[in-house]
């Protein structure tokens, strides 16, 4: 039987599945029944994107199916098929759709999540992007062996990528102790072969949402997947007609499909591949994808891995942990001369007090423990600049071991290690070794020698407290609060984001990060001294012809070289005139409410209404790729405090909403600048949120009543 076969027999009874499921749901509900996957502002996604055609009611449907129908052509040659691959996507997506159309949350009690919201792909943006996760993997099907399914996903997981299961893969890989969820980067989507399309919307709505696609534009969309979506497809098992279509469609996007059938003479080199060994398969569909893995070899009884690092720890897993709460605690990285640490002390662990498993034991209960993680480093081109940026990254290198969470940082943090990794025999010596391996392995160039130091005595942790770190927090928040956009000459560009947002560049000023949030400026400079061709490229801050809108012409320069003329007139401080593009991965949109005279300030968590009208989703699908969209602008949670927020059209004066979460964190700085700026006192309890009103007479009713400033404003528009 030829492939071609298989696939149009495979897309043909999907057709008819389709076809006839709408009918049933039209006849059920009527054609004006609403319908809608959650928290998405890209109707059926597929469908959006392919044509333009926005789905909202069933009646919608009738006339895809007409159009998924026509793609069936059923003739021999193989782009042909690969169409009817995609006929096949758009029937998965409408049998899945229609899921929602019956319950408002089909997956709920599955062992799968189905539908991935939009937020949780602009989250997805700046670990795609810095190669944190280098690449996504589909498993499907139902594997004869379940040792070589586990074992393909967990290379999969030690490497760092995103992977999606469907099908009976998914309880055999929970069987086999996969651990499974977001958290872990191996996401069960649903048990039906359509639940497939829970990850193919999710490579579309990358590109309608980092890569500015145009909805209808198939071939550019086609060309986006293909191209800059690192996905592939690994099937277990038989393999059926359904499933060969539903593979068509993923060579269509251009994903490789690897199978562990032997299908002799239908393979086609490079789209479709047979391989029966489990590490040959991780190798060939990576090779195939291009997908290079930075390979961390940690000599640790434990998983070393970023996938583990959203992994939580209960209490009820917890053999010990060291926490501010109940101890002093401290972590620190200070600079040292070459002859302060000396040569010879490279490699040096070092631990005061006891360590764990030899001192520090689980009792019965949950045991507290006071811990300072004191790293001192030397280096010819080391700044105490670069201080903070390695001691940042403390936080995450002990989340990447399997078994350890850590939240906090500073002097206010929690470290837990789980019974499981205790039992294993992971102790405090283990994960200096760690630090010390990834400090030199990641800041090499500006690290010579290191040493760590973890202290665990408790006198002796509340002496460094004192002494040195307490002292040294001060000093660089002193540091940071006076660095201003006025007190640096340069600026940097991060072009990070342009795998994804080709045309998209940020500006990244003292008081400006980058809009991810992930990016200060201080981290631009660090990561500019690391890699000095990278991302981060300096600006001379000259040329000002306006102050005001931060207008500079070197900036405009630097911008327009960086997204090779796309876009050259930028604005550091405007949301109106010229704003910076948006990628895709804010934090937070703001957006004009005009009537309010003002703006509002939504963040990427909060799913709930906003007086706009628009959802976080809603407003955010109208900005991202690497375009600019005046009146509407991404950036990070930190710059809403900021004396240059939309500091052209009046500063923080203007924010009149914010949701109650946003509100609450942001409102120590907001409060503070807006005393220094305008005199205010407490002004974040001005600022309407969700508690008081989500319309726009209730939020103009909330700012007379409580006197907000931006009232009294001039109009905006
Ligand atoms: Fe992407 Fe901008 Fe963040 Fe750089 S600073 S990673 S370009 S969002
Ligand atoms: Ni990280
Ligand atoms: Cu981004």
Known sequence: ???TDLIYGGANAVAGLTGSAVEAAIAKQGADAKIAFPDTAYFLPTIYAATGVKVKTLGDLTACVGVLKSLITNKAELGDALNAGLATAVGAEIIEALK???????????DGIGFVPDPVIRSLGVPLVTGDIPGVAVILGEADDPKNLALVVKEYQQKGLLTFL???VIGQAAAEGVKTGLDYRVVPLGHDVTAVTHVVTVAIRAALIFGA????????????TKERVLAFVNVFGALDEVTVAAGAGAIALGFPVITDQDIGGLAIPGALEYSA??????????SLRGIKVKTKEIDICMGFASAFEGEIIKKADTYVEFYSGSNPTAELVVMRSAGELGAQQQGYVNIIGADVGSGIENTGELASFPLATFVEVAGAKMQTDFEPVIERKIHHWFNYVEGVMHTGQRNLFRLRISKEAAARGLNLSQLGEMLHHEILDEFGSVVDSCRVTFITDKAKVQKLLDEEATPRYRARDERTASMTDESVDTFYTCVLCQSFAPSHCCVVTPERLGLCGAVSWLDAKATKELTPTGPNQPIPKTGLTDERAGRYTAVNEAVADATHGAVSDVTLYSILNDPMTSCGCFECI???LPEAKGVIVVNREYSGATPSGMTFGELASMTGGGVQTPGFMGHGRHFIASKKFAAAEGGIERIVWMPKELKDDVRPRLDKTAKELYGIDGFTDLVCDETIATDSDGVLEYLTKAGHPALKLAEIM
């Open 590 to 592: 703001c957006g004009i």
């Open 100 to 110: 929602w159309a019956d319950s408002a949350a089909p997956y709920e009690g599955t």
């Open 277 to 286: 060994d489990p590490l040959e398969t991780v190798a060939r569909s990576l």
């Open 213 to 224: 696609v145009p909805a209808g534009d198939l071939a550019a969309l086609l060309a986006y």
């Open 1 to 3: 039987m030829a492939l």
């Open 166 to 168: 469907v099908g009976g």
